[in-house]
């Protein structure tokens, strides 16, 4: 495999160059991770059990498993939004906007669900410039539906409980300051070495007519 030296030789010598708007790039991607809140994580778990009489291990997992799916989905509802945020559970709710599309919005963006494959687990993590908004959200999800997770569900005969105390970060995890930092480094760097090589370009074109004039 033959290399083109004529290209690598500009790209390396143009170092400097490179390096700059790499630099660049970085700084924007650490400014811009502070354009917005930084925000916590505070995360919980619940486990969903069934009781299906006399079935195969595979089947009653199945089971958990889609209702676990339905209960992640129930979550951004409007009637489990509601039933959080009107609860007795010390929400501040100047954190959500009033209008029903924006607060749809902020909800979703708020909450994450997820649930383990073939188990009942079902995980909540919640994000929020305050830890302890953060912590009360996600414990006001947790009981929410443990106490009527039943009413979201085709499944019947089911349990929900909270297995997992809330886990809350130390430090903000959103948005990413490394990841942003790292995408703007070489988003950077590869615009450093196509600026070298549409210059390198120019400058064979200018000899080439040159030459030919």
């Given at each position: ?31 811009l ?60 709710l100047?954190?959500?906007?009033e ?78 300051v ?30 080439q ?5």
């Amino acid at each position: 495999m033959a290399y083109n030296y004529t290209r690598l030789t500009p790209v390396a010598s143009g170092w400097p160059t490179i390096f700059l708007l790499s630099a660049i790039g970085l700084l924007l991607g650490v400014l811009l991770s502070f354009l917005g809140p930084l925000e916590y994580s505070s995360t919980t778990r619940i486990l969903i059990t069934q009781e299906l009489g006399a079935v195969d291990a595979y089947t009653a997992s199945r089971s958990v498993e889609r209702i676990a799916d339905d209960l992640a989905a129930a979550v951004y509802t409007t009637k489990f939004r509601d039933d959080v945020l009107s609860g007795d559970f010390n929400v501040d709710l100047s954190f959500f906007p009033e209008d029903d599309t924006k607060l749809r919005k902020k909800w979703e963006k708020a909450v994450n669900t997820s649930v383990l494959r073939s188990t009942g687990f079902l995980t909540i993590k919640v994000y929020h410039p305050q830890i302890d908004q953060a912590e009360i959200i996600a414990l006001a999800v947790a009981k929410v539906l443990e106490q009527e997770g039943w009413t979201y569900t085709s499944g019947g005969n089911i349990t929900v409980q909270l297995v997992d105390e809330p886990l809350n970060s130390n430090w903000p995890v959103r948005p990413n300051v490394l990841v942003n930092a790292f995408s703007g480094f070489i988003l950077g760097a590869i615009a450093g070495v196509g600026y070298i090589l549409i210059q390198v370009e120019r400058v064979s074109r200018r000899h080439q007519l040159i030459h030919e004039g």
